[in-house]
Structure formats: structure tokens, C-alpha cells
């Protein structure tokens, strides 16, 4: 009898943990946020003169900020991609891990005339070992012929390769004469890397 009571218990405090998870995690990406409004430059980026473009999707900031300084580094010009079924809170999480695997989304712009760019760099989180599904759907949408595309991600646990070779297939398909993929682990939430060294390291790769 005290061990079922024991085992009641601990599924009980199992239970409560895991529904305090996605809470805490929405909370986290609240902060994260209002962090990276502060690093984040609604203005064009490029001279007008850009050879580059990035576009990126970002939750939270964190990749955003990224692409932004690649941007400015690069002289690129800058794309930052919407998807209201995603925005931040609990219901934007909840959609995220529901979808993280696939290649559909609605998305804003879900086309942009890169006929004039030599290098696209696309950018977005990994979910669940994949990039986003916005970046997938702009994919779908959009043509790379020609052109140099790099993808790069931030992340707090792991990518899976497939998931990147696939995503690399789908962007030859397309038109792409090459591809790379950089990528910058952040480490799990609450031991992340600051984003100054966030940039440095991906700038080091």
C-alpha cells in the first residue's frame, strides 16, 4: 500500500512539473524578447546597394538579432518573416511543438524578389532537431537560382542532419548552384549564451 501511495505521489509531482514546463519556457521567451528589442534595428540595413539578402523567422529574438548582424556585416538587406500562429505566449509555443516538423506554414512576405542578390541566408530556430517551419514555407515559395544559400540556426539542444539535408535538397531543387549551413548552439534556457557571445561565436565559425 505505501508504495502505490509512493507512485501516486511522484506521477502526481511528474504531472505537475510537466505542466509547469511550457509556463516556464513561454515566460523565458517573454524576456528573452524584450532583451533583444534592444539589439533589434527596424531600419533598412544594406545601402542599396546589397548583393545579399537575409531573411530570417524568429520567435523570441534571438535568431532575428543574429540576422541582423549579419546584415550589417555582410551589407545585406533584411528580411524578417511573420507567422501569427507562432507569436509569442502559450498558444504560440503550443502550435510550435505541434508543427516544429513540418514543412507548412502561413508566413509574412511569403515571396521576395532575390533575382538581384548573389547570397541568401536564411535564418530560423531548430524545433525539435528541425528548422522552423516558416523557413521550410518560404522555401517552398520562393526561387535561389544561381545563388549561394546559407542556412544558419540558433538552438538550445541538437539539430538532426536529415532534417538539414533535406532542407538543403529542397533549396537545390530550386535553383541553388550551393549550400551551407552555420549554426550556433545557445545551450539550454537559463544557461544560454548572452548574445554578444552568440554573435562572436558564430562570427568565429
Do not use: C
Not at 120 to 133: D, R
Request: charged residues 20%; neutral net charge; proline residues 4%.
Amino acid at each position: 500500500m505505501a508504495i502505490l501511495k509512493w507512485l501516486l505521489v511522484s506521477l502526481a509531482v511528474a504531472a505537475v512539473l510537466a505542466a509547469l514546463v511550457p509556463i516556464v519556457v513561454t515566460q523565458i521567451e517573454y524576456y528573452q524578447a524584450r532583451e533583444n528589442r534592444q539589439h533589434l534595428d527596424s531600419r533598412p540595413v544594406s545601402d542599396g546597394a546589397a548583393r545579399s539578402a537575409v531573411i530570417v523567422f524568429s520567435r523570441s529574438g534571438n535568431t532575428a538579432v543574429l540576422g541582423q548582424h549579419i546584415a550589417r556585416k555582410e551589407n545585406a538587406d533584411y528580411f524578417r518573416l511573420e507567422a501569427s500562429a507562432y507569436k509569442l505566449g502559450l498558444m504560440g509555443w503550443i502550435h510550435a511543438m505541434r508543427d516544429a516538423r513540418s514543412s507548412e506554414a502561413v508566413i509574412t512576405p511569403q515571396t521576395v524578389d532575390l533575382s538581384g542578390y548573389d547570397t541568401v541566408y536564411l535564418g530560423s530556430p531548430i524545433w525539435l532537431y528541425s528548422p522552423a517551419p516558416p523557413i521550410w514555407a518560404f522555401v517552398d515559395r520562393n526561387r535561389f537560382d544561381g545563388q549561394h544559400v546559407v542556412l544558419f540556426n540558433t538552438f538550445n539542444s541538437n539539430f538532426e542532419p536529415g532534417y538539414i539535408d533535406a532542407f538543403r535538397q529542397n533549396v537545390l531543387d530550386r535553383g541553388a548552384r550551393s549550400f551551407e549551413h552555420r549554426f550556433v548552439k545557445r545551450g539550454r534556457m537559463g544557461q544560454q549564451l548572452s548574445i554578444d557571445e552568440m554573435i562572436e561565436a558564430f562570427d568565429q565559425l
